[in-house]
C-alpha cells in the first residue's frame, strides 16, 4: 500500500504540461520553508491507497494530459516508497502515460535507481550548494543530492533542477556561482526553474502547533528574481522563474 497524502487535479506547476499531482506521505528533510510541513511525518494524517486507485486516478485524467502532461509524484518525498512506486511505474508507463518524479534526490538504493530507470522526467529539488547553507536550510547533508544530479547524467535520465529562492539562506551569488560551476556540463539537465520563496504554508505550521522559524524573512522582489535568473543564465541556458 502507498501513503497517499492528497491529488492536485490539472496541476501546471509541477512539470510539463497539465498533470495529476500525487502528493505523498513522509520526507527525511526538515526544509525551514517546507510549503507541506503536513506531509513531513511519515506515520501523519493520511491514506493507505492501493497502485489501482492511482492508476485509475491517472486513466481518468489521462484525456486531458495532451502531448505533454502526465503524472507528478510528489511530497514530502516519493523515494521513501520507492519499493511500493515501481509496480504502479511499470503499469502507467504500459498505459502510456508520462511520469515526473519531484524528489530531493538525498535517497540511494537499488529500489531508487528502478524507480528513475522508470520515470520520464524527474525534477531535482536542489536547496543550496554550500554544505553549511544546505543544512541551515534543511537539517541534512546534500551530498547524496549532488551525487543524484550526477547518477542521472551518467545514465542519459533526462531532469530538471528546481531551487527554491530563500533571501539570506540560498540566494548568496558564491553558491549560486558553485552550482552553475559544478553542473553547467550536464547534458541531460534539460531545464532551471527558480522557484520564488512565499509564506503560503504559514498557517500550516500553526495547525500543526509548530513554530515557523523563518519568521520576518520577505518573499523576493522582482529585481532578487530577475538578478538570480541572470546568475543562473551565465552557466544554463534554459532558466526560467516559476
Known amino acids: 500500500m502507498i501513503r497517499l497524502h492528497s491529488y492536485e487535479s490539472l496541476g501546471t506547476f509541477d512539470g510539463p504540461g497539465l498533470r495529476l499531482v500525487v502528493f505523498l506521505q513522509g520526507c527525511n528533510f526538515r526544509c525551514r520553508y517546507c510549503a507541506n510541513p503536513d506531509t513531513i511525518d511519515p506515520n501523519g494524517e493520511c491514506k493507505l491507497v492501493s497502485e489501482d486507485e492511482i492508476l485509475q486516478m491517472a486513466v481518468s485524467e489521462k484525456p486531458f494530459f495532451g502531448k505533454r502532461g502526465g503524472v507528478t509524484f510528489s511530497g514530502g518525498e516519493p523515494t521513501m516508497q520507492a519499493r511500493e512506486l515501481i509496480p504502479l511505474f511499470r503499469r502507467l508507463r504500459e498505459m502510456g502515460i508520462h511520469i515526473c518524479l519531484d524528489t530531493n534526490g538525498s535517497i540511494h538504493s537499488p529500489e531508487v535507481e528502478e524507480l528513475w530507470g522508470l520515470t520520464d522526467l524527474v525534477l531535482l529539488d536542489v536547496k543550496e550548494f554550500n554544505p553549511q547553507q544546505h543544512k541551515l536550510l534543511t537539517e541534512r547533508d546534500n551530498t547524496q543530492t549532488l551525487r543524484t544530479a550526477a547518477w542521472l547524467e551518467e545514465h542519459g535520465r533526462p531532469f530538471w533542477m528546481r531551487y527554491v529562492l530563500v533571501p539570506g539562506y540560498s540566494d548568496r551569488e558564491e553558491d549560486i556561482r558553485a552550482l552553475g560551476e559544478a553542473l553547467k556540463g550536464y547534458k541531460m539537465l ?53
Open 190 to 242: 534539460e531545464r532551471i526553474e527558480i522557484l520564488p520563496y512565499h509564506t503560503l504554508g504559514v498557517h500550516k505550521y500553526e495547525a500543526l502547533g509548530w513554530e515557523y522559524t523563518l519568521k520576518g524573512v520577505k518573499e523576493n522582489t522582482p529585481e532578487q528574481l530577475e538578478e538570480a535568473r541572470k546568475l543562473f543564465e551565465e552557466y544554463f541556458s534554459n532558466v526560467f522563474v516559476n
